[in-house]
């Protein structure tokens, strides 16, 4: 959002602009403010903002209405075959993005018909491991609790990282140039997580975004960070009614790029990205 000034003749004219990705297109909407900036310009701008939030919502809960709608005629052995195929997407996604050598032919392989390729043990397993965690995930009804997440740690993780699965991290970690916070303040910023995630009243989709975002920052295990935060996003969203989002192996350096800004930051690639994984069910 910006002030744009224009001259006509010896007149000078001020204009808000803001501009948004839509449909693979960049939108650019403005409003007159006058032939001066007005001193009121912060609450303006927060009314604008607003505008455009509330415009965003209502897409998105667009897309959580049209998908409910399909989900709901779906014969259950239908659905389950539904789920199957997303946890078969979701699983080599999120596992590649990890560093996971499974390809995508593979993972379908190991899930659906048992077949184990010549590839690192650990990964096999560690297939098996995440798209059964992620399909309990669908139907159990459980609150999202720190005993949850430790759990879904340790059921991932149990055969390949037995050192540390299921368990807060106790000692310094680092990814890249950003330094975790302390391991000591782990325990009580996986508290405020939690609460802010049970109590928060946002639109699903932003709070996915904040969530999962707020995860990584704290990175509260030595390992597996990414695969459990990823969980965590999408059990809100379906929790909610929304269609999931697979974070794609293929565009994973455009999700590195958007978790290395602020919070503001993340949530409008997140946003973004649901909304373009979702047009369809906008209609248009």
Not at 208 to 226: C, L, M, S, V
Not at 268 to 276: G, P, V
């Amino acid at each position: 959002m910006r002030i744009v000034k224009r001259q006509k003749g010896n007149k000078f004219y001020f204009y808000i602009q803001y501009s948004f990705r839509e449909g693979g297109r960049v939108i650019t909407k403005e409003r007159y403010l006058g032939q001066a900036v007005p001193k009121n310009i912060e609450q303006i701008k927060e009314r604008f903002a607003e505008e455009e939030r509330s415009r965003i919502y209502a897409k998105l809960e667009k897309i959580s209405e049209d998908f409910q709608r399909y989900w709901g005629r779906l014969p259950k052995s239908v659905q389950e075959k539904e789920k199957e195929e997303i946890a078969i997407a979701f699983t080599y996604n999120t596992n590649a993005i990890e560093g996971s050598a499974i390809t995508l032919p593979e993972t379908r392989e190991i899930l659906k018909d048992g077949i184990a390729p010549k590839k690192p043990i650990r990964d096999i397993k560690e297939t098996e491991a995440h798209s059964k965690v992620f399909l309990e995930m669908l139907v159990k009804k459980e609150d999202i609790t720190k005993e949850l997440l430790l759990r879904w740690h340790k059921e991932i993780f149990s055969e390949t990282k037995h050192d540390i699965a299921g368990v807060f991290r106790n000692y310094l970690i680092r990814v890249g140039s950003y330094v975790a916070p302390d391991w000591q303040d782990v325990k009580k910023l996986m508290n405020e997580l939690v609460e802010f995630i049970n109590k928060s009243n946002t639109n699903p989709v932003e709070l996915a975004a904040r969530a999962h975002y707020r995860f990584e920052k704290i990175h509260p295990f030595g390992d597996g960070n990414g695969r459990i935060g990823r969980l965590l996003m999408n059990r809100i969203l379906w929790r909610a009614g929304y269609p999931m989002l697979i974070i794609e192996y293929k565009k994973r350096k455009s999700y590195y790029k958007a978790l290395e800004k602020d919070e503001e930051g993340f949530v409008k690639y997140f946003i973004r990205k649901y909304l373009s994984a979702h047009r369809k069910r906008l209609g248009s």
